[in-house]
């Protein structure tokens, strides 16, 4: 078990930001941004619709585009006050933010090899790890904590995402990696046990 920050909410909520026009593309996207698509629009109003009657006032957005459209649309179903929480952005994919897999085989031969030997501690070229963003999941969580009122909504993304279900689950890198964390779905947290809304 990770040892768990006293401000760290003792349950929350989980949401990935909708689908994107550059995930139907297969392109990372890390720190840079594309437009939500129509299912993407989708996905956030029926997370909304699974949230109401759960009692959020407070939903802590990362700030990146399609996270805060995201956030915006479920805030407005609910009722609740959006605050922008810097270190939910997604993990950092630096010179690979934009590419698809098979551009970064050509512009980074091996890369792709190299991160299946170390997926938790391989860092993208000129950004950041896993193990580095648990670290900043850490302090998103505490920050989370101490601003909401009750039990708070988390949107943000796919990897980060893994992180701070991690983090509130008390879980070890390898069963971190093993998360999925898809779009569509909310997770609720209680005391470190994840059920699916």
Do not use: K
């Not at 109003?45 to 699974?50: C, D, L, M, T, V």
């Not at 670290?135 to 980060?160: F, K, Q, T, Y």
């Not at 279900?165 to 999925?180: I, T, Y």
């Amino acid at each position: 078990m990770i040892p768990r920050d006293r401000h760290v909410p003792q349950r929350a909520y989980l949401a990935r930001c909708g689908q994107t026009a550059w995930n139907l593309e297969g392109r990372l996207q890390g720190r840079r941004d594309s437009p939500l698509t129509p299912d993407g629009i989708r996905q956030a109003a029926s997370a909304a619709r699974r949230l109401a009657g759960c009692g959020i006032r407070t939903v802590c957005t990362s700030p990146l585009g399609r996270a805060m459209a995201t956030a915006l649309i479920i805030a407005e179903e609910l009722g609740a006050d959006v605050i922008e929480v810097a270190d939910l952005a997604e993990v950092d994919h630096g010179e690979m933010a934009g590419m698809t897999w098979a551009e970064i085989e050509t512009a980074f031969p091996g890369a792709r090899a190299e991160r299946a030997e170390n997926r938790y501690g391989w860092a993208f070229p000129g950004g950041e790890s896993y193990a580095q963003a648990r670290l900043r999941a850490r302090r998103a969580l505490s920050e989370c904590g101490w601003g909401s009122d009750g039990a708070p909504l988390l949107v943000s993304h796919e990897m980060i995402g893994r992180m701070l279900r991690a983090e509130l689950r008390g879980l070890d890198a390898a069963r971190a990696l093993s998360l999925r964390h898809p779009h569509g779905l909310v997770f609720e947290i209680e005391d470190g046990v994840e059920r699916v809304l």
